[in-house]
């Protein structure tokens, strides 16, 4: 949609709401003149997408021509799910949610990165084993992060790290110096960026340019660093994670996010010592947030502009 092109005024809704249920009422309370399906995602029929204006949600419909909809939003971080080799319609409008992400997920890296100074899980099993077995913990103040993307969700990182006396680089694809970072690196100088570091993050977008960019070969050339992924599971070759953790590259990973979720049950990552996983929460979209965003875009679409929240197709964000 360009910026002078005529207004539109969509009305039919289709929300995916699994999760997020409740969206739909709240959607309805503020625009009663829209027509609104909510449904659970593995409700949603061909016959629902061909029948909506705009879909809402995380992921795309189980089923469908959800591809060529004029209009998507995605309430999600990341929209990967809907514009990463997926034959998205070049013509379709794809928005993204005005949430901000980066103080929930800085958290979640915070506490992942004191479960491991403090040693917590170690003596969780001991607890459960009745043992009583001194060790100091290790000190969080001056070690130093890495975070891959400087967006909203890796300066909410930076921020959380900072607060407890870490210190905090990143790296982007042009390497732009971004506050709060202290040194900003290109994707370029990646190994460079990552030599000393304790802790490694990745908060990119997932796009043609950073799939697998955590590859083996940056993965085995770390040195002792612990890996955190709040990004997307393809940022990094996650079958090279166990060779990395084990040859002592990596001392550890907490991952919220898999290249497909849940991992398979064979995966060996379920079963690793140095491994923390958890179920894609570190960052949750809330009901008024995702309201907010699509009402703020819809508002756009009325008046004939291109929303603001609007996606690159070309950039992937």
Same mark, same amino acid.
């Given at each position: 949609m360009h910026s002078s092109q005529a207004a539109w005024?969509? !009305? !039919?809704?289709?929300?995916?709401?699994?999760?997020?249920?409740?969206?739909?009422?709240? @959607?309805?309370?503020?625009?009663?003149? @829209?027509?609104?399906?909510?449904?659970?995602?593995?409700?949603?029929?061909?016959?629902?997408?061909?029948?909506?204006?705009?879909?809402?949600?995380?992921?795309?419909?189980?089923?469908?021509?959800?591809?060529?909809?004029?209009?998507?939003?995605?309430? +999600? &971080?990341?929209?990967?799910?809907?514009a990463f080799r997926t034959g998205l319609s070049p013509g379709t409008l794809l928005t993204r949610t005005s949430e901000d992400f980066g103080p929930m997920i800085g958290e979640y890296c915070a506490a992942r990165a004191l479960a491991v100074t403090q040693h917590l899980k170690r003596f969780a099993a001991d607890q459960e084993?009745?043992?009583?077995?001194?060790?100091?913990?290790?000190?969080? !103040?001056?070690?130093?992060?890495?975070?891959?993307?400087?967006?909203?969700?890796?300066?909410?990182?930076?921020?959380?790290?900072? +607060?407890?006396?870490?210190?905090?680089?990143?790296?982007?694809?042009s390497g732009t110096p971004q506050p709060p970072f202290t040194t900003v690196y290109p994707v370029s100088r990646f190994l460079e960026a990552v030599a000393g570091a304790r802790w490694l993050i990745l908060a990119c977008p997932l796009t043609e340019d950073t799939f697998h960019l955590v590859n083996r070969d940056r993965l085995l050339a770390c040195r002792r660093v612990y890996l955190m992924n709040v990004g997307r599971g393809a940022l990094v070759d996650e079958t090279a994670i166990p060779e990395a953790l084990d040859s002592g590259a990596l001392v550890g990973c907490a991952l919220d996010v898999f290249e497909r979720e849940p991992p398979p049950p064979d995966s060996p990552l379920w079963n690793h010592p140095e491994v923390t996983i958890s179920?894609?929460?570190?960052? @949750?979209?809330?009901?008024? +947030?995702? &309201?907010?965003?699509?009402?703020?875009?819809? &508002?756009?679409?009325?008046?004939?502009? !291109?929303?603001?929240?609007?996606?690159?197709?070309?950039?992937?964000?």
């Open positions: 005024f969509p !009305r !039919r809704i289709l929300i995916s709401h699994t999760l997020h249920e409740g969206l739909g009422e709240v @959607l309805k309370g503020t625009r009663p003149d @829209l027509e609104v399906r909510a449904l659970d995602a593995a409700d949603i029929s061909a016959t629902d997408v061909q029948w909506a204006h705009v879909f809402v949600g995380f992921r795309p419909p189980p089923q469908g021509p959800w591809q060529e909809l004029r209009w998507i939003h995605c309430i +999600g &971080a990341g929209v990967d799910a809907f084993a009745r043992l009583w077995k001194p060790q100091h913990p290790t000190t969080f !103040r001056g070690t130093r992060a890495v975070v891959v993307g400087t967006g909203a969700v890796g300066r909410g990182i930076a921020n959380a790290f900072q +607060g407890l006396g870490g210190w905090v680089d990143g790296i982007s694809r179920p894609h929460i570190s960052g @949750l979209t809330t009901i008024p +947030g995702a &309201a907010e965003g699509f009402l703020t875009c819809l &508002a756009e679409v009325e008046a004939g502009r !291109r929303p603001a929240l609007a996606v690159d197709p070309i950039r992937g964000y």
